[in-house]
Structures are given as C-alpha cells and as structure tokens.
C-alpha cells in the first residue's frame, strides 16, 4: 500500500492525521494502519480553559487561590470509567483497537519526547514490544479515547527497544514538571499502580502469588480468593504559623538551603488534624492543637503512593526541639521572608517547586493578608 492511500485511510478511519515524522521503528504485526501511525497525538483534555481561577469568581474560595483541582500531578484528570475494568471482553477490544492510546513506563520512568512536553503516545502496536508488561486502563479522554498505560519489563535499555528514535525514558519528577496537566495526572497514577503492583505480587493473606485482575486496578489471589486493593498512603504536611512566621524543616541529606514545610503519616485512629498536630510536636517540639488545623488542600504523590494533605496548623509555642530521628532542622522564617523564597531570592533558603504542594502551601500563607489571616 503506498504511503498516501496509508495515511488517508488511516485519516478516515481515526478522523485524526498520522503524525509524518512517525519513524515507525516498531515491527508491526500484520494490520490495516502500518507503521507510520506508530506514534499518535495526545489525547484530548476534558477542561480546555487551562487560565488560573478568577479570584473573585467564588467568595467560598476567596482566600484561597488555589484549590485540588489546580494541584499539579491531580488537575485535569481523565473519566476512569471504571466501569469497564471487570469487563474483559470490552477492554481487550479497546486494546487492540485502532484508536487507543498508549504510554509507557520503565522502573517507574516515563518515555517522553525528547522535548519532554508530551509522553509518547503509542497506537495498539505497543503489544508488540518484546519486554511489553503489564497494562492498566486510565480511563478515556473527552473524545472517549481509551488509555493505556503499559510497563515495560525491568532491565531493558533504550537501545533494546524498537521506539528509542521516538522519545526517551525520563525520572518521574523531571517528566511530570514539564508535562500538561492531564499527562501528568494519568503518568502519576500509572506510577503509583505499578509500583504497588510491583511491591505487592503475593497474597498478604495466605504468601501465595497474586494476580493482576480489573485492567490493574486489583489483585486476586487465586489460592484464598483475597481480593487487594491499591493503597493511597495519607500525609498530613503542614505549615505550622505563628503571628507572622511559619515554621520550615529539612531532613538529613537534603541539598544545602533546600527546606519545605513538615510532613507525616496519617495514624490509623487518628485525623488529618490530629496528624499534623501531633507530627509537629514529634518532629519540632512545636505544641499545637488540632482545632486549629485549617485543610487547604491534596496532591496525589507517586513516590510511590501518598496523598498529600495541606495544612496550614495555629502553633501555640515558638521554641523548637528537633527531634534528630526525623529532622536535621527546623526555623523559623517571616512572612517576607517566605516571599522571596517562593520568588527565588531569598540569600540562603530555596523550597520545593511549584509541582510539589508544600509549594503552594507556603505560597497560600504568604500572601495572605496578615490583617484578615
Ligand atoms: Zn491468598
């Protein structure tokens, strides 16, 4: 078939124009596209406004500029569509489809552009990879485009594989900082499900070797029957205030100067509030109390599967005590201060960027009115 009578009929078939630079390296199995729609253009975002929320559009959010939905790794989700995960017969369909949608991951790595503006979307021909893995269904895409994330196998390089001319593998919190909000969102849910599928391929019932089930979305064991599901870990990270100062920690082996707000597991038995009051005082000796915890919001964080939780927490003493276990040290910095770290121009003290939430924690804080705050 010539190479235009390809692209027209792949054009009508997908309503969508093969992409000309595809380098179609992949040894495609026998199918009525051929390897030059190897590579697919992204999948279409639900929300296209991308502008930053008005300020004054919703006095219930007035204070507050940001909420989870403008989260970075959690905004612009796709429909999980859920429930076509016990369906089989429909997602194998969708799999092999023409128009499915396919990223990859490695060890946790994503495969970018080699610009690293966009994952690499990938057509049904991604089966076909040598040291294809496991797939999990993401969900479908406003134009019901199903999406795929596929795992390659361990211990392949980029020269192994038949799409290296295509993108590269890149580190997750480099990748996820430069992708759109949506590529972003489902790169870090893939993460966290493979992980936990990777940490967790035995029964913690009975030892016996469970099973991808539901598209990736559960784990069976077909010895007791236990059904597993994937963990998201809550964590309290909270900005202690006092007047007009927060208090900012660094853990042991962190790069000098960096330092970000206080964070820890939420207990069983316990609030998010009552975590954060409590870690406080373990960490900093800093006494708090739980009334006086206000939520902001949460941030999804796949390394490997927390969920966030922003505080900001009223401190009722200034005197700090480190505990050495946890912390290195802890200070505490004036609201003008917080200013020019989040600008960048403070002397000795830089924090998280904007794709981590104690980012915008801190922000929230500092440029509130310390009049009304
Ligand atoms: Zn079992």
């Not at 054009?11 to 040894?27: F, M, N």
């Not at 994952?119 to 019901?144: C, Q, R």
């Not at 949506?182 to 009975?206: D, I, P, V, Y």
């Not at 870690?279 to 206000?294: C, D, H, R, T, V």
Request: glycine share 6%.
């Amino acid at each position: 078939m010539a190479p235009d009578s390809v692209e027209r009929r792949f054009a009508a078939e997908t309503g969508q124009r093969p992409v000309p630079k595809s380098l179609g390296l992949l040894r495609s199995r026998p199918d009525p596209v051929g390897d030059r729609s190897v590579r697919r253009q992204p999948p279409v975002s639900y929300i296209v406004n991308e502008k930053p929320r008005d300020k004054g559009d919703n006095t219930a959010i007035d204070r507050l500029m940001v909420n989870s939905n403008d989260i970075p790794l959690a905004s612009r989700p796709v429909n999980r569509a859920a429930h076509h995960r016990a369906d089989p017969v429909w997602i194998s369909t969708a799999l092999k489809s023409n128009d499915v949608l396919v990223f990859l991951l490695r060890d946790g790595e994503l495969f970018v552009e080699h610009c690293g503006a966009s994952l690499v979307w990938l057509g049904p021909e991604a089966l076909d990879l040598k040291k294809a893995g496991d797939t999990i269904f993401m969900g479908l895409d406003k134009a019901n485009t199903p999406i795929f994330a596929l795992n390659l196998t361990a211990g392949m390089t980029q020269d192994d594989h038949l799409v290296a001319s295509l993108g590269e593998f890149t580190d997750m919190r480099t990748a996820a900082s430069q992708l759109p909000a949506m590529q972003a969102n489902l790169a870090a849910t893939a993460r966290s499900l493979f992980e936990w599928h990777r940490n967790h391929g035995f029964c913690a019932k009975c030892g016996h070797q469970s099973g991808l089930v539901e598209a990736g979305w559960k784990r069976t064991c077909p010895n007791c029957g236990s059904e597993h599901f994937p963990r998201t870990d809550p964590v309290a990270i909270m900005l202690a205030v006092k007047g007009d100062k927060c208090l900012l920690g660094r853990g042991h082996g962190w790069p000098a100067g960096f330092w970000s707000a206080l964070a820890g597991f939420v207990e069983p038995g316990e609030t998010v509030e009552q975590a954060a009051s409590r870690e406080l005082e373990e960490e900093a000796g800093i006494k708090s109390s739980p009334e006086n915890a206000e939520y902001l919001f949460c941030q999804p964080w796949p390394f490997p599967s927390s969920l966030m939780i922003g505080i900001i927490i009223e401190a009722e003493t200034t005197e700090i005590s480190v505990s050495q276990d946890e912390l290195e040290a802890a200070q505490w910095v004036s609201r003008d201060e917080a200013r020019q770290i989040l600008a960048g121009t403070h002397p000795d003290i830089y924090c998280p960027p904007p794709m981590a939430v104690a980012h915008h924690i801190l922000k929230v804080w500092a440029e509130r009115d310390p009049l009304k705050a």
